[in-house]
């Protein structure tokens, strides 16, 4: 491993960096999307809510590989070109989004209704109601399912390598392919993964334990 080391790191260092860009903008994006869908899914208009239940449940129950191919083949060809990293994280973003915004719904209904008629009664309007009263009640709820989502966003983005998208998983088969061998590099792959995987999972158990001890 130690000449694997020598001899390839800044490749496999060049992926780590792209699939920590890539998965640190799918997050950012798949938040912002799954929480208007989560919080659009209760909505009172009929339409509204109806829209964004079939949005997640749509892209929830394709395969991730099925919407990445989506942008990188079918797209260029009939709209314009899109590189194979940006198609891997707008199929993730879209993808993670949807599960996301089904632990904000879920979290979202786990707070008395009571708690909304009370806020309405004292004369919020619903976005205040909604903004002071149940979100932070939901979110201690959310923090631990969306933990999770959050990890396998990150795992996920080892579909980039199905696409070229130059992240870690596609340097670690370019290695393999070139040196044959396997068990050494695929082993530092996941090295590389556990380098984000594990402080995430840390992190995680942080703001949950802090939140407990708030509430």
Do not use: C, H
Request: proline share 4%.
């Amino acid at each position: 491993m130690a000449d694997l080391i020598q001899n390839y790191l800044p490749q496999l260092l060049t992926g780590f960096v792209n699939t920590l860009i890539a998965s640190s903008i799918a997050l950012i994006f798949s938040l912002l999307i799954g929480t208007l869908m989560g919080i659009l899914q209760i909505n009172p208009s009929k339409i509204l809510s109806t829209l964004a239940t079939w949005y997640v449940e749509f892209f929830r129950n394709i395969p991730l590989l099925v919407i990445v191919m989506f942008f990188y083949v079918v797209v260029p060809m009939y709209w314009f070109n899109i590189s194979g990293f940006w198609a891997g994280v707008l199929g993730l973003t879209i993808y993670t989004s949807s599960f996301i915004a089904d632990n904000v719904r879920a979290g979202i209904l786990s707070v008395e209704k009571g708690q909304m008629e009370a806020a309405l009664s004292q004369g919020m309007t619903r976005n205040q109601a909604m903004n002071l009263i149940v979100m932070p009640q939901a979110i201690r709820k959310i923090i631990p399912p969306l933990g999770n989502q959050v990890i396998n966003l990150v795992k996920n983005s080892s579909i980039l390598a199905m696409v070229a998208g130059l992240d870690l998983m596609y340097y670690g088969d370019l290695v393999a392919s070139e040196t044959f061998i396997t068990l050494s590099t695929y082993t530092l792959v996941g090295i590389f993964y556990l380098f984000i995987t594990v402080p995430l999972t840390l992190f995680s158990q942080k703001i949950e334990r802090l939140l407990n001890r708030r509430y």
